[in-house]
């Protein structure tokens, strides 16, 4: 009923999903039994994953987005940090964690987020992950290259890295930078971490701001580029979900456990 309903109206909130329900019940009545169901019941963490795979089906390796989406239901703040499977063809959330606080995710929610999906796929299931420059640090560069989980994910132009013998900044180091710019570089080591060594990719993109991308894997700037342009599919992913789609922001709903019980059905309403 919450499904379908869903995906009728347009929208998850309760009261017009419990207008498309045909028969003689009264939609005050049902929209009561829909408040009743996310009252009560308690499904496990990441129920919904079989089935959005079986809908979308499983290739040997595919696309992961990792982003974060966030909104206000009155004056609690929602931030949801989501993982994603997406291809030119479809965006759907595979996992996600609501997190208790405004702002950036932490490294630490990070990691147990793609401990859970490593705990149901194997690292070889991930063609490449992508993600925006929120997503970056040293122990989770790490973290992924241990685990053996190619990644593209852009970087700030105030990092700090060594190559020919020299620390500088991506700014300076990329000054003259014109086109496509490809090279190699160390992550400087950080109160006991190793260093990291990245592929990276660069160009310049509208108003002189650099686009500069770090790769786990030797693939040249250019692919560097080209693949980390497919991140774009979770904002797709986000619009489908809330304005263009499902308007997500029109739940009420704000416990952990209720409105992850909701972003799962409607993961397999977009699926």
Request: glycine share 6%; net charge positive.
């Amino acid at each position: 009923m919450v499904l379908l309903g869903m995906i009728s109206a347009r929208t998850v909130n309760l009261t017009h999903v419990a207008t498309e329900r045909p028969g003689r019940a009264l939609v005050a009545s049902t929209c009561r039994r829909l408040q009743r169901f996310f009252q009560k019941v308690v499904l496990p963490q990441d129920w919904a994953v079989g089935l959005v795979i079986t809908l979308i089906g499983h290739p040997p390796a595919w696309y992961l987005c990792l982003d974060r989406t966030n909104w206000k239901v009155g004056k609690t703040d929602v931030n949801v940090l989501v993982l994603a499977v997406v291809t030119e063809t479809f965006r759907v959330p595979l996992m996600w964690t609501l997190l208790t606080h405004p702002g950036n995710s932490t490294t630490e929610q990070r990691i147990a987020l793609m401990q859970r999906y490593l705990a149901r796929f194997d690292a070889s299931s991930v063609r490449m992950l992508l993600a925006d420059r929120e997503f970056i640090g040293q122990e989770w560069f790490a973290f992924l290259k241990e685990k053996g989980i190619p990644f593209c994910i852009r970087l700030k132009e105030e990092q700090i890295i060594r190559t020919e013998a020299r620390e500088l900044n991506l700014r300076s180091w990329l000054s003259r930078c014109r086109g496509v710019r490809g090279f190699t570089a160390v992550l400087p080591r950080k109160a006991g971490a190793p260093d990291i060594e990245l592929h990276f990719g660069a160009r310049r993109i509208k108003g002189g701001e650099l686009l500069i991308v770090a790769s786990s894997e030797p693939l040249g700037g250019k692919r560097i580029l080209r693949y980390y342009s497919k991140r774009w599919f979770i904002e797709c992913l986000f619009a489908d979900s809330k304005t263009r789609g499902l308007n997500l922001e029109d739940t009420r709903l704000t416990l952990a456990r209720k409105l992850s019980l909701l972003i799962a059905i409607m993961a397999i309403a977009i699926a």
